[in-house]
């Protein structure tokens, strides 16, 4: 079920930032949209990639996730709007689940939690 929604998943230009995450098809509020899953490092690591600029990190309260190497997730944006969330799945890796319903044609994005993002926000809602 997840791999056929990740099918309809493309990369391309945002508006938001660089490129991002599209929807082809209708996806429900609920609805599982990819598999989120990377390196896994350890704290120590993830700290010194962040140094180095590594964005594509993610923690599931387990383990650190670099997503650098992905085709598709990295490029998920921040919107304080959001459409999809991140979930537990296991030690190693995450859900990307539809928020609310998003529409064919949709950049799908997620509130990445952290205070920095919220300074340089424009969102519609920041801005």
């Known amino acids: ?3 056929s929604l990740e099918e ?7 508006n938001i930032h660089g490129k991002g995450l599209f ?6 509020k609920g609805q599982e949209i990819m598999i989120i899953s ?12 962040e140094e180095e600029n590594n964005v594509y990190i993610f923690w599931n309260g387990d383990s650190y996730i670099d ?3 992905t085709e ?3 490029y998920i944006n921040h919107n304080c709007d ?9 030690e190693s890796s995450l859900l990307l689940v539809a928020y609310k319903d998003i529409k ?5 994005t997620i509130d990445y939690g952290y205070e920095e993002i919220y300074k340089a926000c424009s969102c519609t809602l920041c801005s």
């Open 104 to 108: 064919p044609g949709e950049e799908l």
């Open 38 to 49: 990377g390196e896994v490092i350890d704290e120590k690591e993830c700290i010194r990639r």
């Open 82 to 90: 959001f459409n999809c969330e991140v979930l537990d799945r296991d």
């Open 67 to 69: 997503t650098s190497n």
């Open 23 to 28: 929807t082809h098809k209708f996806i429900p």
């Open 8 to 14: 309809n998943i493309e990369v391309k230009q945002s």
């Open 1 to 3: 079920m997840i791999e």
């Open 72 to 74: 598709k997730i990295k």
